[in-house]
C-alpha cells in the first residue's frame, strides 16, 4: 500500500503537503469496497434492511477513519525522522565541500602568494596582472554564488575550472596542462554538484610530481551520461598524506543528492574519477 502511495505522491513535498488527501483516499477506497462487499452479501443471501445497512456503513466509517488517522500518524512520523536524517546528512557534506573549498582558495598562506603574484605581474605585465586579476575575482564570486546550491549547471563547472587553472598556469607555467573534451553535448543541459570538478583538478596537481620539463596533463572529458576527470599517476619524491576527505565527501554528496555513485578508478598508470551528470 505504502509503495504505491508513494508513487502518486511526490517525495520532495512536505510529508505533511498530501496529509488529507491520503485520508480521503483511503477512507474513500476503503468504504466503498467495504460496502460493495456487504451489498454483494446482502443480496446473495437475499436478505436486505435499509437500517441495518446504514448503522453498519457507518460503523465501517468510524473504524477506517480511527485507523488511517493512526496509521497516518505513525507514517508522517516516520517521514519527518527520515526526512531531518537525510537534510542533516546532505547539511554536513555541503558544509565539508564548502569549508574544503573555502580553505583551499581563502588559506592565508594562498592569499599571500596569490597577491605576491599579482604585485610581480603589475609591475612586468600589466595585461597579463589584469587577467590574473579577473580570475581570481571570478573564482571567490563563483563560491559566493553558489555555496547554498546542491546544483549547478555543468556549463558554468566547466568555466569556473578554466578560470582557476589559469592560476595555476600563472603560478606553474608550463608544468600544468588541462584539455577538456566536450562530445556532442550541451553542457547547459546537465547538473553537477558545485566545485566538485575543481576538487578532481587540484587533487591532480596536489599529488603528483611535475615539471616543465615533464609537465602533466589533465584531461576532463563530457559525454552524455558523466563528466570524466583523468591524469597520469607521477607520484611526488617526498611523501604527502593524503585523508581523501574530498573524495570521500564527493562521493557522499552524489549519494545523498542523487543516489548515484562516482566512479574511481587506478588503471594503467592513470588516475581516473567519473561522476555521473543528471540531465534536466
Not at 118 to 132: E, G, H, Q
Not at 185 to 191: A, C, G, Q, S
Not at 252 to 272: A, S, W
Request: proline share 3%; hydrophobic share 40%; charged share 25%.
Amino acid at each position: 500500500m505504502r509503495r504505491l502511495r508513494n508513487r502518486w505522491y511526490r517525495r520532495d513535498r512536505s510529508v505533511y503537503t498530501d496529509f488529507s488527501r491520503r485520508i480521503i483516499i483511503h477512507v474513500l477506497f476503503t468504504f466503498f469496497t467495504s460496502v460493495i462487499g456487504l451489498l454483494l452479501i446482502m443480496f446473495a443471501t437475499g436478505k436486505g434492511d435499509g437500517e441495518i445497512l446504514s448503522k453498519t456503513c457507518f460503523a465501517i466509517m468510524v473504524f477506517v477513519i480511527i485507523v488511517t488517522c493512526v496509521y497516518e500518524i505513525i507514517y508522517l512520523t516516520e517521514e519527518r525522522e527520515t526526512s531531518t536524517l537525510k537534510a542533516e546528512e546532505l547539511n554536513y557534506a555541503r558544509s565539508e565541500a564548502e569549508l574544503t573549498a573555502l580553505k583551499n582558495q581563502i588559506d592565508p598562506h594562498i592569499i599571500f602568494n596569490s597577491i605576491n603574484t599579482l604585485s610581480y605581474l603589475i609591475k612586468t605585465s600589466p595585461d597579463v596582472a589584469y587577467l590574473f586579476n579577473n580570475n581570481l575575482a571570478t573564482i571567490y564570486r563563483y563560491i559566493l554564488f553558489n555555496k547554498d546550491k546542491e546544483f549547478v549547471l555543468l556549463k558554468e563547472e566547466l568555466e569556473f575550472v578554466s578560470h582557476n587553472f589559469y592560476l595555476f598556469r600563472i603560478r606553474y607555467e608550463k608544468a600544468v596542462n588541462l584539455l577538456i573534451e566536450i562530445a556532442d553535448v550541451k553542457t547547459e543541459n546537465f547538473l553537477i554538484p558545485p566545485i566538485s570538478l575543481q576538487l578532481l583538478v587540484e587533487n591532480a596537481i596536489k599529488h603528483n610530481e611535475f615539471t616543465d620539463d615533464s609537465p602533466i596533463h589533465i584531461l576532463i572529458q563530457v559525454n552524455n551520461n558523466h563528466v570524466t576527470v583523468k591524469n597520469k599517476i607521477v607520484p611526488k619524491k617526498y611523501f604527502i598524506p593524503s585523508t581523501k576527505i574530498g573524495l570521500h565527501n564527493l562521493s557522499n554528496r552524489y549519494r545523498i543528492l542523487t543516489k548515484k555513485e562516482i566512479v574511481i578508478e587506478t588503471d594503467d598508470g592513470y588516475f581516473t574519477v567519473k561522476l555521473p551528470l543528471l540531465s534536466f
